[in-house]
Antibody
């Protein structure tokens, strides 16, 4: 059974870099043709995709970021740990949100079929 | 960017009611649309993908229809477990979510 689990600090100071990890169990990030990445939800608000990477070993450099965040987003993978990571630089209070890691499958860019439980990150000094 | 607009934003209904939520895309997305259900404090859960395909394990009272720019999610007979917020999600070009529809108890 596929499971995704986010981990990382719950609080980040303004102007610093937010760093989160997502550990995947039940499937290999490099197996199949799936996107793996990050979605966030500010308190009481809707969902926003942050960035995704294509997991197939044949397309290992393919990453995609939301244009509204692109200059601040970096996504990387650690195959040995079956884990992928998010770095979001120069954070402000507007980046306070629940951050989810997720998998997208299927045609087009794919629908999100598996989600982590989410982790709240607060940007505050 | 493709924009997704849901209506209504809030819907008040009773157990047993037939409920319909609409999602409109700013440009044609074919059938590349999913519907997710989210309960407070929980991650979203996919109900429908490819506009009308029911995800495994999802009750058959949920159904989806539409193509191009207009889509609907229908709950044929609302159950107590269905009071939640519902989001549409396009995946024709990257990803975009609708703003959500909260289904509350009337």
């Amino acid at each position: 059974q596929l499971q995704l689990q986010e981990s990382g600090p719950g609080r980040v100071k303004p102007s610093e870099t937010l760093s989160l990890n997502c550990t995947v169990s039940g499937a290999s990030i490099r197996g199949g043709f799936y996107y793996w990445g990050w979605i966030r939800q500010p308190p009481g608000k809707g969902l926003e995709w942050i960035g995704f990477m294509f997991g197939s070993i044949h397309y290992s450099d393919s990453t995609y970021s939301n244009p509204s965040l692109e200059s601040r987003v970096s996504i990387s993978v650690d195959t040995s740990k079956n884990q992928f990571s998010l770095k979001l630089s120069s954070v402000t209070a507007a980046d306070t949100a629940v951050y989810y890691c997720a998998r997208a499958k299927g045609s087009g860019s794919g629908w999100f079929d598996s989600w982590g439980q989410g982790t709240l990150v607060t940007v505050s000094s | 960017d493709i924009q997704m607009t849901q209506s209504p934003s809030t819907l008040s209904a009773s157990v047993g009611d037939r409920v319909t939520i609409t999602c409109r895309a700013s440009q044609s997305i074919g059938s590349w649309l999913a519907w997710h259900q989210q309960k407070p404090g929980k991650a979203p859960k996919v109900l429908i993908y490819d506009a009308s395909s029911l995800e495994s394990g999802v009750p058959s009272r949920f159904s989806g229809s539409g193509s191009g720019t207009e889509f609907t999610l229908t709950i044929s007979s609302l159950q107590p477990d269905d009071f939640a917020t519902y989001y549409c999600q396009q995946y024709n070009s990257y990803w975009t979510f609708g703003q959500g529809t909260k289904v509350e108890i009337k």
